[in-house]
């Protein structure tokens, strides 16, 4: 009997002293606190491959969707690039011809007192160029083969008052014809007095030549005012070609001509 008591009361005493010790260990108390901290630092390992598994994921999907957006924006500028070009080839006047030939050739005399007028470049007839084929800087006309040699030719620039290009205003098709003033200026002559040219507006050569080919880029009305001369105006033009700082030229031989 006494021994059934006391292990009754040995259970009752173990089981207090367990609620106790749950007690001081519940949430709110220093000791919650510390077995947190232990815990947290324990558990810290197994979680780390998680959550760089975690980040990887979430990186890569964010990298994905950023390269669709890109792939997207690319393809949109190639769609808005194609309707552009659709666009310029409407007007097929204000480009450069397609050109089957040409003859890179350097400019290696310069006489100072014909400056404005000739330039002598270093490929001849040797090289397929013939009197008369045009001489083009940068895609825009320059000048006019106008002798020609077996090792070196001499070019016509349109700066000279010996040359004269027949010409179209490309937005408002009159025709005229464009020389030079012998001191680095072009003229546009023979437009109509009752006729207004804005500045800006892009001249090529006309389709009225045998000589040079149609469509030849040359430059734009300048903002200066235009004088009148006998019943015409004479229009100061901006040349697309920098005759002060050009080096070499491109000559457009007779498989480039339509």
Known sequence: MLKGVSSAWLHGLAATFIGLLFLSVSFGSPAAYKVSEVAAVVLEY?????????????????????????QERVRDLERENARLMAALGVRPEASVPPIQGVV????????????WSEVRIDRGSSDGVREGMPALWKGFL????????????WIDLLTSTGLMVPVVVDETRDLGVLTGDGRGGIQLLYIPEDRDLRPGMR???ALVSDILPAGLPVGEVSDDPPIIEDGFK???VLPGAD?????????????GRP
């Open 104 to 115: 890179q050739a350097n400019i290696d005399a310069r006489p100072p007192a014909f400056w």
């Open 243 to 255: 005759f002060s700082v050009m080096d070499s030229l491109l000559v457009m031989t007779g498989e």
């Open 142 to 153: 320059a000048g006019r083969v106008s002798r020609v040699f077996p090792g070196h030719s």
């Open 203 to 205: 001249l090529s050569t």
């Open 46 to 70: 197994p979680e780390r491959p998680a959550r760089w598994t975690r980040r990887l994921v979430l990186e890569g999907v964010s990298w994905t969707g950023g390269m669709r957006k890109l």
């Open 234 to 236: 004479v229009y100061p």
